[in-house]
């Protein structure tokens, strides 16, 4: 099954230009977004051959970003087996296999750094209780354990200061592994959105009240992974999606854009990935994430969700975004750049067929 992307008639001359972001000079526009993949050994959190050929193999095609899927920063940062790390030398060596096949192609490839806080269960998180901004149980099941989520343990001050260490410490990683940056996930209700959310952030101290008192986690994490690795090699991803809370939205979308961005601005970023299931979704005053976000931000920005090329192609050229990243598509088409190019239709992703195929 084929879905048509309208490139014989429109062409992507701006979708398949090169542009400098960052401190990289991508050769086009495309991205592959991140996607949990679960094929690292579940015991060391090492990535093997399968791992190196899947990047490999994007990279070989032409992609010009490759945001990885999450790697965990430590072991209670785990939420699902199978999942990768960033935290032994072990990890580190796995990593560079697939940076220097990534590298040898021609391509551009980050680490997403991931810690899943109240999202997991002790017999995944190294026999330890969740870590999470407050003692609140998300509701819900651990993907591939089945079991509900544990209720996790208030972080105390010396805790948040050891996460924040452990952030940097992934960062500093993933240059020793080779990747030319970092992501760090502040989305989806993992732990950065934990503390971000009034749902899940009780805290009285300086951590908790308003949105804007509750982004000082991400702030401070924000601002030590950046002075690790440079402004111009940290993205950030952040949205309304939460796993566990799936119809959540912003109270007040436009208040909280403004806010986010404030603080981003204030930690030091350069570059936003804003992550929704639908590119087109308008979610206040007529205008939908990524244009809300544009609004406030004149810094690059990574577009996703549920993107078809000649929609990306648009988007770009309005400006509403810089980089067009796709998930899925990317996992039924790992030549998808050479059929945007070519203006070939895409292999539509089908579940069943294409969740389990690594390459």
């Known amino acids: 099954m084929t879905v048509k992307n309208g490139e014989r008639k429109m062409g992507n001359q701006v979708l398949l230009q090169p542009i400098s972001m960052g401190a990289w000079k991508l050769r086009n526009r495309i991205a592959m977004a991140p996607m949990t993949r679960t094929f690292a050994d579940d015991q060391t959190g090492v990535v093997g051959p399968d791992v190196v050929e899947y990047y490999r193999k994007r990279a070989a095609d032409g992609v ?56 997991s269960h002790h017999e995944i998180a190294g026999g330890l209780p969740p870590q999470a901004p407050s003692a609140l149980r998300a509701e819900g099941h651990v993907h591939r354990l089945g079991k509900p989520y544990d209720t996790p343990e208030e972080m105390s001050l010396a805790d948040i200061q050891e996460v924040i260490q452990q952030y940097v410490q992934a960062a500093r990683h993933a240059r020793m592994a080779g990747f030319d940056g970092v992501e760090i996930h502040g989305a989806h209700g993992y732990l950065i959105d934990q503390f971000h959310s009034d749902t899940s952030n009780h805290r009285q101290d300086k951590y908790g009240g308003d949105l804007r008192q509750r982004l000082t986690f991400m702030k401070e994490v924000t601002k030590a992974v950046i002075a690790e690795v440079g402004a111009d090699r940290t993205i950030m991803r952040f949205s309304a999606l939460k796993d566990d809370q799936r119809e959540y939205m912003w109270e007040d979308p436009v208040a909280a854009v403004q806010t986010f961005v404030e603080a981003f601005k204030e930690a030091g970023l350069t570059m936003l990935h804003p992550s ?84």
């Open 64 to 119: 010009g970003l490759i945001i990885t899927e999450g790697i965990v920063i430590s072991p209670r940062a785990k939420g699902t087996k199978g999942v990768p790390g960033l935290f032994t030398m072990e990890q580190i060596e796995g990593w560079k296999k697939v940076t220097e096949a990534v590298h040898q192609a021609g391509g551009v490839i980050v680490a997403q750094i991931w810690h899943v806080g109240r999202l």
């Open 276 to 359: 929704t299931m639908n590119f087109d979704q308008v979610i206040a005053e007529g205008k939908t994430l990524h244009e809300l976000v544009r609004e406030y931000w004149d810094g690059s920005i990574i577009g996703v969700g549920n993107l078809s090329p000649a929609r990306a192609e648009q988007a770009v050229q309005d400006g509403i975004m810089d980089v067009a990243a796709f998930g899925r598509p990317f996992l039924a088409n790992p030549d998808l750049v050479s059929r945007v190019t070519q203006g070939e239709d895409l292999v539509a992703y089908n579940g069943r067929e294409h969740l389990q195929v690594l390459v």
